[in-house]
């Protein structure tokens, strides 16, 4: 962990920034400085004509807020000097344009350059988190447009859980997960690399859970039966949730909603290097997903679609069934068992293994304890693959 580092977690209300901002702080031993804890119970206590009405909307509010941050800025920049980290969280919507707030913030905590980590999300789904939690203050909360940073950030989608974010985020500020460099996947050679596609090449999953959200205040189904069902296909999901006659209907809704959220997704961490790093030949891409949604979530995070591509078009049974990993051993003419499986879910992991294949599994996306591979990582930047003189691919530790 640099040392001294301020991490400054930024969103709008119902976001999540404070849970995710206390579980970095954790994670680091680091102070804690939350602009609610610093200067709402006083502006609480005040009565409101004091104040010319509710803080948040008083005709003094420009004055009240920049009070609020100059406590805010003060209290951390103590904290920094003398505990050498913190974590500061506030909605910093004037900070993120770049502008005076910034350098101010910026200058607070010197000799620190802040990393500064966004979250944010649906909308309707932080009204409707605000509205959950009832607080006085919501009511009177100004209803401000989102605007886009003027500042580098570490953007992170409020529909993920907290520790999908923490995943995301402290690899980032250098925390990194060890590497097994004894485990015995580094002594063998592999033919040909099986990549599944969402949350291993394309860090698609709060679309993913944003769509199947969707789909389930559709069709007023249960979004617990979705999260245990992760990395299976979408029919074997609508099959669990729906009755037969609306299993059509509903798998043309999945796809329509899916496709359409496929937008602005970026590649796992260190994932499209590595996944340039095989020869064209000796790689595949194995996914749970159609042909339309894994098209549209490739083109957007930016890989070429593979000459071997596996959906769940192509086969009758999908994971944790072996099928679509043998079925792409098979269309590269190599043996399953010479095969390097890249999964993040456990029904992926389930599938290759029971093809034969060794796996590498990646955090982000599921418990690291349900991950039952032969290496987990914490992205694809902790590893690389060497060509033998053989022509055969060997993984070895970054």
């Known amino acids: 962990m640099p040392d001294p580092l301020a991490v400054v977690v930024a969103g709008p209300a119902g976001s999540g920034k404070s849970t995710l901002g206390r579980a970095i702080a954790a994670r680091l031993r680091a102070p804690l400085v939350d602009l609610d804890s610093v200067t709402t119970p006083l502006l609480e206590a005040l009565p409101a004509d004091a104040l010319g009405g509710h803080w948040l909307t008083s005709s003094h509010a420009a004055a009240i807020r920049s009070g609020r941050y100059a406590a805010l800025r003060a209290t951390a920049s103590d904290a920094l000097s003398t505990a050498g980290s913190v974590v500061v969280v506030a909605p910093f ?54 605007v886009a ?31 097994d460099r004894d485990a015995a996947v580094f002594a063998r050679e592999f033919d040909a690399v099986l990549f599944d596609l969402d949350g291993t090449l394309v860090d698609s999953t709060a679309s993913v859970v944003r769509s199947w959200r969707r789909f389930a205040e559709h069709f007023d189904v249960s979004m617990e039966a979705l999260h245990a069902n992760h990395g299976q296909p979408a029919r074997t999901l609508v099959g669990h949730l729906l009755p037969a006659d609306r299993h059509a ?49 490739l083109a957007a995070a930016g890989y070429e679609r593979p000459a071997v591509f596996v959906t769940v078009d192509d086969v ?83």
């Open 149 to 179: 940073p003027a500042i580098p950030v570490i953007a992170v989608d409020s529909e993920l859980t907290t520790a999908q974010q923490l995943a995301r985020v402290l690899p980032a500020l250098g925390l990194r997960r060890p590497v």
């Open 249 to 297: 209907e509903a798998l043309a809704h999945v796809t329509d909603l899916e496709v359409a959220d496929a937008v602005g997704l970026r590649p796992i961490r260190g994932a499209a290097e590595f996944f340039a790093s095989v020869p064209p030949e000796h790689r595949a891409i194995v996914t749970s997903g159609s042909v339309p949604i894994a098209t549209a979530r």
């Open 93 to 146: 919507t004037a900070e993120l344009s770049g502008g005076d707030d910034w350098h101010a913030l910026r200058d607070a905590l010197r000799p620190a350059e802040p990393v500064v980590i966004r979250v944010d999300g649906d909308p309707a789904v932080l009204a409707s988190r605000r509205h959950a939690r009832g607080a006085a203050r919501d009511v009177h909360r100004p209803d401000t447009p989102a």
């Open 316 to 398: 009758v049974n999908g994971k944790p069934d072996p099928e679509p990993f043998l079925l792409a051993a098979e269309r590269l003419g190599v043996d399953p068992a010479r095969c390097l499986v890249v999964e993040d879910a456990p029904a992926g992991i389930a599938a290759a293994r029971a093809a034969g294949c060794a796996v590498i599994a990646l955090t982000g996306t599921t418990a690291e304890e349900e991950l039952a591979a032969d290496l987990v990582v914490d992205g694809l930047d902790a590893v690389r693959l060497e060509l033998t003189p053989a022509g055969a691919l060997r993984l070895v530790p970054a």
